[in-house]
């Protein structure tokens, strides 16, 4: 079992993290607290030892990414709930409903790259898949998103 000391740490400094992958992969927030709390749980009971603190955070989306698999295989699974947001500006809500409305697949990458910071190559070592399907991915949305912003 991780240290209560480190537990707490890591908790606190990527709950945030956490929720916002959990809610761009799933779109709503019942979900994305749902998934939170169950990878802070594996997180609480592993018995991992993490090299740094990259290593830590990477674990705990790569947790939180299979999480939220999992929940959409899941057979009772088949109904978003929509989420609610405020946002300052009227451009910013149109763009997050936008990249919403983009397939998982696209999304996720997206996520991951413009957010969270990662890599191409990190991605697709997150995602299992090769870093071309990552660049792939990553200029479909990109091209998904500017025909949306230029039909408004």
């Known amino acids: 079992m991780l240290e209560h000391d480190v537990f707490l740490v890591l908790a606190e400094k990527y709950k945030d993290t956490v929720f916002r992958i959990a809610l761009s992969y799933l779109g709503n927030t019942y979900d994305a607290d749902d998934i939170v709390q169950d990878v802070f749980m594996k997180l609480y009971i592993t018995n991992k030892h993490f090299a740094s603190d990259d290593h830590a955070r990477y674990w705990l989306i790569r ?90």
Do not use: H
């Open 63 to 152: 947790v939180t990414l299979n999480a939220c698999k999992n929940l959409l295989k899941s057979s009772w699974k088949t109904k978003k709930i929509a989420v609610t947001t405020a946002f300052e500006q009227k451009e910013q809500e149109y763009l997050y409903q936008a990249v919403m409305g983009l397939p998982e697949k696209y999304r996720t990458v997206l996520y991951l790259y413009y957010y969270e910071d990662f890599s191409v190559k990190e991605i697709a070592k997150m995602q299992k898949i090769k870093v071309s399907a990552v660049t792939t991915r990553l200029s479909r949305a990109r091209d998904q998103l500017k025909e949306v912003w230029k039909n408004e």
